[in-house]
């Protein structure tokens, strides 16, 4: 490799709508090699996340520090190792880490996964990076799942609700996903096998949604928020968990729209959520431990939408937040 | 006694903002008296209670059945055994139960609890009735406070607010109250010991929960609903937990206000949890054990808004709607 490019955060978003490759910069530095305890990583798939917004934005709420200003735009990566002088690592490993959109990434190590070297990269990023860990977390954990009961999945299609869709089926529970599009719908209900899909988008929805829990809803599985959300928590039993993932809706609004009323939360003794996968990440072990088994059983389908390229990275981004992609959004590089 | 009345409920509010006198009407009956197994009860204070309305008004979704038309007014009651054909108890005792608005009943002795013949019996419905039961088990089950964390409770010069407030201070939070009069704010501060208070009322409402709380809120107890919840949310810390207790501000509304939108429940990984009281009963003996202490180390004060008769509990329960009370409401037989 004769130089290598990386993508700076030039200027952060004015508002939260204004995502595009206006904010990067893209910039060819000289090649540079692994120094003791370090290796060097050429990156091959780089995830692109909605939580990459925050990062972006400064926000004193938020739960990690934004991107300082002219420096490496922050992401979860696989690569191959290059060059090693760090005895954990040799020449050839297959690599996941947060290195950043960045065709070269020199590390020490700290947070660097070995993957196996046979494994699909494009796999290894829609299931057992964030969104497989996210689900598997959310899922179990947080919702608390019972064979038999009925859990709404919102942002169904994409990279946390599908599988966290596919989980719950694997474990006995009635599915019903919500989607915004009928394209998606096919592709759970068809591909994925959940039990019912609802488009949020459609005038029917909240009839549709009604008609497909005639036994209420018992797990609520939050990843965009919308005007749904309150014909779910109508929808909801008694003793009924909302896990809070994601309002990635909301996320881009300059005055995100209110949310449920709380009477349902006391006279149904509802448990509303949030959780964000940071604060579990000294779980990871455990979680992929009861992940995997799924995925080895065939239980958990994906899919991938890859962009090529850095420049598609910078622009691509904006695809998570209008609904347009179609399976976890990735770039390879 | 040479015949008793009680109250039954004529007709079912309209809607929930109409509360009133004309919903009942007061029967005169013929004495009757205790069967084989039975105790006849000579009924002396009865509670008045929020979730009243909810006894009043048809609505599938609530936790307990309605109370039949033409049939007694539910409620929780505290009395003298006038005779006793049960061999768990003996005339004279002092019992609390589930008797309705009447100043005699007949009871198989199922849910009645002997009470102290001494105990004072303002006290006993204020603090070791329903409101002492909800605020042991919400802040300590549900709000799992720590020492030196922050608290705000809404209602807080109400039956449960006050105690709720109370408890928090001898386990060393800081407690802010909220309260829709001055001379609440000053009887939660000056004789409660609360730390502070807000007049939700006041133009600078929320700037003043702002500066009460410096290190921000890790527990927000809410009794209450109304337009203060946002900005407790805005002011709550990563990891915080919300009991939602009574939403009493939004019962007698056509249309509830909506709630906060759920981006800081993400964010700041909230737990919003709602519970009611009768979920619990099975858990009486462990939470009066766990008041009770603090009751006896003098921890908690308490005052009785009471009513005289029968005709006052049918006009006086809207006290509790309007914010009128000062302490817990109840009727003196």
Redesign the interface.
């Known amino acids: 490799m004769s130089g290598y490019k990386e993508v700076l955060l030039a200027q952060r978003p004015e508002t939260s709508r204004d995502i595009g490759s206006h904010l990067f910069e893209i910039r060819k530095n000289e090649e540079i090699s692994a120094q003791q305890g370090q290796i060097a990583v050429q990156v091959t798939h780089l995830s692109l996340d909605p939580a990459m917004l ?1 990062w972006m934005m400064p ?1 004193e ?3 990690i520090p934004p991107v300082a200003l002219n420096s490496r735009m922050r992401g979860l990566g696989i690569g191959t190792v290059i060059d090693s002088k760090n005895e954990a690592f040799q020449e050839g490993d297959t690599v996941m880490g947060m290195f950043g959109w960045t065709e070269l990434a020199i590390s020490d190590g700290q947070g660097v996964t070995k993957l196996s070297s046979d494994i699909n990269r494009e796999m290894a990023l829609s299931i057992f990076a964030l969104p497989g860990l996210t689900a598997t977390q959310g899922f179990f954990n947080v919702g608390k799942p019972k064979q038999g009961e009925t859990i709404v999945v919102t942002g169904a299609a994409g990279s946390v609700g599908s599988i966290v869709g596919q989980l719950a089926k694997a474990e006995g529970l009635r599915v019903i996903g919500v989607v915004g599009s009928e394209e998606k719908a096919n592709w759970i209900v068809d591909q994925l096998g959940f039990d019912g899909a609802v488009n949020y988008k459609s005038d029917t929805a909240a009839k549709r949604l009604e008609e497909l829990t005639p036994d209420g809803v018992d797990i609520f599985f ?1 990843n965009t ?1 919308g005007a749904l ?1 309150q014909h779910v928590i109508d929808q909801m039993n ?1 003793h009924g968990r909302v896990v ?4 990635i809706a ?2 881009q609004s300059e005055t ?21 996968m940071p ?1 579990h990440f000294d779980q990871t072990e455990q979680l992929l431990e009861k992940l995997t088994p799924y995925v080895l059983g065939g239980k958990i389908q994906y899919r991938a939408h890859v962009l090529k390229g850095l420049e598609n990275a910078v622009s691509g981004l904006s695809l998570l937040f209008t609904g347009e992609n179609r399976g976890k959004l990735m770039v390879e590089l």
Chains 1, 2 share one sequence.
């Open positions: 925050g926000d709420t938020s739960y939050e928020g959300q008694a809070v993932c994601g309002m909301d996320y995100p729209r209110p949310g449920p009323n709380w009477i349902p939360v006391i006279k149904k003794r509802l448990t509303i959520q949030g959780f964000t604060d």
